[in-house]
């Protein structure tokens, strides 16, 4: 079965770039999503098919795919952008959606 | 406004059953895909299970498949879970998800509902 690997936690100074990794065999053939969640919160899509941001996430929030690895950027982080982040592909090999195992974005 | 609602969710006794439902509201449920996904505490996103708008292509995660159900009811914008042959391990919260299609991901979300499998 396909496997997504992401880093346990990131961490960043307000203000900073945070880059959270998501790495997949060939990753970069397949459409990948990015959710964000907050403590006892339902996730939020705040990036899909790569690099596209659905209507309300700020431009902070960017994606790139290429390779083994796609990457979410987040730009100027806020104290507001803590949360778990969450990568996703779907596996057409196994007609599965696959989650990466999350990365604990930590704003110092 | 565009909603979610879960609801079904308690305490069940291991080898019980249980069924989660989904509510929509604010959109034409008869054309979107929808997924279940879940959260054991403490852990990460688990993919569940996947239904096509029609209800006519359905997957599921290799954890759940022969023991779980996922139906829908296009004419009540309703989504459902029947959930078999409970395990400890099915303990977690429960979220049904829009799914565009394509290359859109899953941009809706309900609330979720907690399921607790426990003697």
Redesign the interface.
């Known amino acids: ?1 396909y496997v997504l690997t992401q880093p346990p936690s990131v961490s960043v100074a307000p203000g900073q770039t945070a880059r959270i990794t998501c790495g997949g065999n060939n990753i970069g053939t397949k ?1 990948v ?1 990015w ?1 964000q ?1 907050k403590p006892g919160q ?4 705040v990036v ?2 790569d690099s596209d941001r ?1 209507s309300g996430i700020p431009e902070r929030f960017s994606g790139s795919n290429s390779g083994n690895t796609a990457t979410l950027t987040i730009s100027r982080v806020e104290v507001g952008d803590e949360a ?1 982040y ?1 990568c ?1 592909v779907w596996d057409s090999s196994s ?8 990365t604990k974005l930590t704003v110092l | 406004e565009v909603q979610l609602v879960e609801s079904g969710g308690g305490l069940v006794q291991p080898g019980r059953s249980l069924r989660l439902s989904c509510s929509a509201s604010g959109f034409t449920f008869s054309t979107y895909s929808m997924n279940w996904v879940r959260q054991a505490p403490g852990k990460g996103l688990e993919w569940v299970s996947y239904i096509s708008s029609s209800g006519s292509t359905i997957y599921y995660a290799d954890s759940v498949k022969g023991r779980f159900t996922i139906s829908r009811d296009n004419a009540k914008s309703s989504l459902f879970l029947q959930m078999n042959s409970l395990r400890d391990e099915d303990t977690a919260v429960y979220y049904c998800a829009r799914d565009p299609g394509g290359k859109n991901g899953m941009d809706v979300w309900g609330q979720g509902t907690t399921v607790t499998v426990s003697s």
């Open positions: 079965s459409s999503h959710y969640q339902a996730p939020v899509l899909y098919d659905p778990d969450y996703q007609d599965h959606v696959v989650f990466g195992g999350g």
